[in-house]
């Protein structure tokens, strides 16, 4: 049995940000397609929650979700929990992130 998946606020402002994103600049078949990739990394995470690489400047760790998206999230060993933090679309400015973290 795989970790705890909790979602922050954040998590859930930014996943459907994201879908906005995508749906304005795609279309709904990309929206769905973002939504299964997203299914499948947060099961892979729940089964190696140390799949993400380290984050030592915002002590978390990130996991590359597409090319346009990565997910941070922390990693909590002794009660197996993730707590997601934000979907952070990889063409912002990489220093907007303090403001989610």
Same mark, same amino acid.
């Given at each position: 049995?795989?970790?705890?998946? @909790?979602?922050?606020?954040?998590?859930?402002?930014?996943?459907?940000? +994201?879908?906005? /994103?995508?749906?304005?600049?795609?279309?709904?078949?990309?929206?769905?397609? &973002?939504? +299964?990739? #997203?299914?499948?990394?947060?099961?892979?995470? $729940?089964?190696?929650?140390?799949?993400?690489?380290? +984050?030592?400047?915002? @002590?978390?760790?990130?996991?590359?979700?597409?090319?346009?998206?990565?997910? =941070? =999230?922390? =990693? &909590?060993? +002794? @009660?197996?929990?993730?707590?997601? /933090? #934000? &979907?952070?679309?990889? $063409?912002? @400015?990489?220093?907007?992130? #303090?403001?989610?973290?």
């Amino acid at each position: 049995m795989g970790c705890k998946i @909790n979602w922050q606020p954040t998590a859930y402002t930014t996943f459907y940000e +994201e879908i906005d /994103f995508i749906n304005l600049k795609w279309n709904n078949k990309e929206v769905i397609k &973002f939504m +299964e990739l #997203v299914d499948v990394n947060l099961e892979r995470l $729940s089964n190696n929650p140390l799949l993400g690489k380290q +984050e030592p400047k915002y @002590n978390l760790y990130c996991l590359v979700i597409s090319k346009q998206t990565t997910l =941070y =999230y922390k =990693y &909590f060993q +002794e @009660n197996s929990i993730i707590e997601l /933090f #934000v &979907f952070w679309n990889n $063409s912002k @400015n990489p220093d907007g992130l #303090v403001g989610f973290l």
